[in-house]
């Protein structure tokens, strides 16, 4: 009818306009949360597409998967800022997800991909991953978990065992026991190593007498009371960066991190750190903790751990272990000598997304002293009250994932004997590695005996390496090893047919400091068999060739270690 | 041949026997490693075995998913802290897993679990989050994350441009500028509060002439520097518990994070906030940060944004925002406004698991200053050297997952008005929740303007209905109220069908400060109809009638009670 048709004002039309959009937007929102009806489903059709994306993800033999795109061109294609108004269609989203994202992300399970710590995944961990989303448990509160709290503490319990080896009735007293906390589930090893330092520093600047406690009096008033002219934390040369954001945070500050040398394998000093602790109680500075490394980051190396328990026990110090990376290594009959003395440690750090072969977010610090975190505990009127069993108020984290799924189901899919497996073929195919770089003229070995399965190494360009047999190496021909070491990095990296990393490893020359850039190759894949370390080596060795030595010594470097950038 | 077997040792049938088992544990482990050829492949029987179960757990009615269990009894189940010595079968662990863990879970999807801020999630996150495990990149390393590291950085800069809306060429110049940081993803709103606080106080503790600033020489060197006495953080009452961590951790101590009065709204009394800061310049205490919560943990409620800002403009003081809850607000044109003068922040807090429908274990912090998370900036030689762009040298975190696949995701998918129509209808249902619970006679509503989408209410018992519309109630009668509340929830809670949590508002009465245990109702999935809401008050009210008041009175707590705990 033409008069109601006229009727309808400009206004109205947009009113209209606007409500049927809303319409159509929540409808698509509902739909997003709403299980389907239809055949093949809205989700079978995600899942379909999302799994054409992995297996492609993970078929790829190249470690850059398939493209080796400079870094400047890959910025450029997440320069846009804005989030879209209206909602994009799941097929057209996972399609720009793939070609833009997947494509250009590291092979991190490839064989050849050996130089980090992050390493293939059994497969079982994908669709546990999709359970645990599909659960969304938020495992610190009863409330939201119930079963999975009980289940993460077990969990934690049966890698509190493995370290300290308690008697059933300790186990028996404490692992259900909303009293005590033998570990915490963290999201990664550096939250663990400050929870493991924050436990020491309250617990040994504790209430007393009419001092109510560094938690609530503060820290310059607990050095006041304990009549301390500051505090400090002791450890290796080595010690991971997470030490240093735990010093600042914590307020001792990052000198007050005492970093002891290590000797020619990378292991601490035991007389420096003797000495060191010595000279610490005469200025009057308090020792927070002694920390030894269970696998430094740079090369592997374990710390002389049964030395560092007795200074610690002898001056009443607490002892902290950080063995996010060799951890594992108490899975070994065969290698678990090398960890004696972790279990005399009052804290350890260990992380689940490395040799426990969990996927990224899982690290764990486990507590000699169940009542030890009570030192750290806060309460909470909405959630935390008083004798709950919720896991987020003896801990640094608040709400959390139910990453314990991964770690229960690889205690028991793996097993102690699996672990054992991986561990010992871990070191064997590191050995492996050294001997060959050892029969290699083009390579000389940093690691003189690797105590885990990291090893560090360099190329010496031939004109230098009858020198360098000789050790008699100047600090200007370092320095041009250093270049061409980080430039042959760069390349194989950018060309991504294998990977190593890259760090630097000091050393003393004529009683001088002289760092040396280094090659670390990280062998924590079972895929990764010995041809495909002759591989990498061999990677190496032609790109290195390709490397013209005559244009490097003018320091001309080419374009594409321009264009891959300092990273 | 006899002559042959007779030669076989017994020792040497125990190494064949070891060699054999061990090749048994080898081959088994390889297994879960390796791609299977086998049609259907393992892979397929483990996907359909979890997609079994996940399809159970979602579809079931009640939000304790399919069992009442008590405590007590499900902690039992939990009691083993041995590993398994050999790897046990999928297929088993799976069945075990099922029933005696994902069935005790708690349904936090469902419409009728309305009381914590885990809700239900759009379906895509399930398949993501297998890509994210397939993947397995390290985000904080370009070496092990390539496109991954640009990609969170774009997801950060799209929320980073809801909050402060900066020009194009503001974004143009940070978003993927390797010396800026917009935000970073953190594990959650804990680690985000944690260190936008601890960027605040290196900041405003900095290096200044001869002094090298807090990170370098610590807290205390610090406080005498500046001429502090100590350092404070001033915020409301209703803080979130992880700002007591912040303030413990960093040494200041817990009586050093100063809680303001709310009002009857539960929003910080400005008065009271703005003589705190007068009061704490008086006595020589440094203020580290002054905190405004967008949505309380406790009640929803917003504080007055724009007026705490304008205290800590006039007084030069870091303002730190903690949206964690409420920050998708901004997404609704409708509602936003309740946040006007969060882009007055210096920093700002915002989970992604909360009202972003992220699955748990992503929290975020946005910087106002792209500059000034380089007041925590770390290196490291083997990974973070300068100018690298790679992410964990300016966050507290070191390696993490690529959860930013769900925030990025989300932001698509759902898009700026799929949000605001996720938000809109939270509040609109919180209102029509609202209305309901003022209409009938057994609940007293605890908030009187919901500015968000929870809301705190309790039960009246009959005989205190008159006495309480008269607002006439002793501090007996609310003792008496409050133990019912407690008991009514706890049952509710534990029979399962519908949720709702628990609180405690502080009144004052008569002078007296008196505590009043509350209801708190958290609406936040889509899928949660009118129906639902009548659906969990008409079960509260029918429980409520089956407490026999007066075995009520004479404080007989039934077994059910005690059996669930205090949890």
Chains 1, 2 share one sequence.
Request: hydrophobic share 40%; with cysteine; charged share 20%.
């Amino acid at each position: 009818m033409k008069l109601n048709e006229q009727e309808v004002s400009p206004k109205q039309i947009f009113i209209e306009a606007e409500k049927k959009s809303r319409h159509k937007i929540s409808e698509k929102v509902i739909q997003l949360f709403t299980p389907s009806i239809h055949t093949p489903s809205i989700e079978e059709k995600i899942d379909l597409q999302i799994a054409t994306i992995v297996d492609k993800f993970l078929n790829t033999s190249n470690v850059n998967t398939n493209t080796n795109i400079e870094l400047d061109s890959l910025l450029e294609k997440f320069a846009d800022s804005k989030v879209p108004v209206e909602p994009s269609s799941c097929e057209s989203y996972f399609k720009y997800l793939n070609d833009n994202v997947v494509a250009h992300s590291t092979h991190t399970s490839s064989p050849l991909f050996i130089g980090h710590m992050t390493s293939a995944l059994p497969y079982f961990m994908q669709p546990l991953a999709k359970l645990m989303t599909a659960m969304n448990q938020n495992s610190v509160k009863i409330e939201t978990a119930k079963a999975l709290s009980f289940y993460e503490r077990q969990a934690l319990a049966m890698m509190h065992r493995q370290i300290y080896n308690f008697s059933d009735s300790f186990y028996t007293q404490h692992i259900q026991n909303n009293h005590s906390t033998l570990g915490n589930l963290t999201s990664g090893g550096t939250t663990a190593n400050i929870t493991a330092l924050w436990c020491a520093r309250n617990h040994s600047l504790g209430p007393k007498n009419e001092f109510l406690g560094i938690e609530k009096e503060g820290l310059a008033a607990a050095l006041q009371f304990y009549g301390s002219k500051g505090a400090v934390i002791i450890g290796s040369e080595l010690m991971h960066f997470s030490f240093d954001k735990a010093a600042d945070l914590m307020g001792i500050s990052t000198q007050g991190l005492i970093r002891i040398p290590v000797d020619c394998n990378n292991r601490v000093e035991i007389q420096a750190m003797r000495q060191a602790v010595t000279d610490c109680q005469k200025q009057d500075l308090h020792i927070i903790a002694i920390v030894g490394i269970a696998g430094t980051t740079d090369s592997g190396s374990v710390d002389p751990l049964e030395d560092i328990a007795e200074i610690a026990e002898k001056n009443n110090i607490h002892f902290h272990v950080d063995a996010a990376w060799g951890g594992p290594v108490i899975f070994s009959q065969k290698h678990r000598q090398k960890l004696a003395g972790i279990e005399r440690a009052d804290s350890v750090t260990i992380d689940g997304h490395k040799q426990l072969y969990l996927p990224m977010g899982i690290g764990m610090v486990f507590f000699c002293d169940p009542s030890l975190a009570s030192s750290i505990e806060k309460q909470a009127s909405y959630t935390i009250r008083k004798g709950s069993f919720d896991l987020g108020k003896r801990a640094l984290e608040g709400s959390r994932p139910g990453m314990s799924l991964f770690l229960h189901a690889a205690l028991n899919l793996i097993g102690i004997k699996g672990y054992e497996f991986l561990i010992d073929e871990g070191i064997r195919k590191t050995q492996y590695m050294a001997t060959c770089i050892s029969a290699k003229p083009e390579f000389e070995l940093l690691t003189e005996e690797p105590d885990t399965n990291l090893l560090i190494y360099r190329y010496i360009p031939e004109p230098l390496r009858r020198v360098a047999v000789k050790k008699q190496l100047t600090e200007t021909d370092n320095q041009l090893i250093n270049q061409f070491n980080e430039k042959l990095q760069k390349i194989q990296r950018q060309i991504g047919r294998t990977f190593i990393s890259r760090t630097t490893k000091t050393i003393t020359s004529f009683g001088k400091k002289i760092p040396l850039v280094a090659m670390r190759a990280v062998i924590a894949n079972p895929l990764t068999t010995e041809g495909d370390i002759d591989a990498v080596l061999n990677d190496q060795i032609q790109i290195a060739s390709e490397i013209s030595m005559s244009s490097f010594l003018s320091r001309d470097l080419n374009a594409i270690t321009a264009a891959t950038g300092d990273i």
